[in-house]
């Protein structure tokens, strides 16, 4: 889907940061509702050179505000640095969802 292109720069940082963390066996997951744990799916708009044209959206709530709000941040982030969608070759203005996973430790 060419919506999801426009995200590839956060979604590569995203991957490299999962990619570069020390090796550590796999733990069974925590109980649903631990602090700094949970997703968060946030919406975002974008112009034709990447920039948002709108605050982002919280689509899915956590239930925990810190990390709802954190989020948004990680969405603030990609602020003109997102790749926007194309049709027929050229930029368009588009909005996409995508899920934010905390696991603070």
């Known amino acids: 889907m060419p919506v999801?292109?426009?995200?590839?720069?956060?979604?590569?940082?995203?991957?490299?940061?999962?990619?570069?963390?020390s090796q550590q066996?796999?733990?069974?997951?925590?109980?649903?509702?631990?602090?700094?744990?949970?997703?968060?799916?946030v919406q975002v708009c974008v112009d034709t050179?990447?920039?948002?044209?709108e605050e982002p959206t919280v689509v899915a709530s956590s239930g925990q505000n810190q990390l709802d709000e954190g989020a948004i941040k990680v969405a603030k982030s990609g602020a003109g640095k997102y790749i926007p969608p194309t049709k027929d070759g050229k930029a368009v203005p588009g909005c996409i969802k995508f899920r934010v996973k905390f696991d603070l430790k």
């Open 25 to 41: 066996p796999a733990a069974p997951p925590p109980p649903p509702g631990t602090p700094g744990v949970g997703s968060v799916v």
């Open 4 to 21: 999801k292109a426009a995200f590839t720069s956060l979604l590569l940082v995203l991957l490299f940061a999962r990619a570069t963390r």
């Open 49 to 53: 050179k990447g920039y948002l044209t």
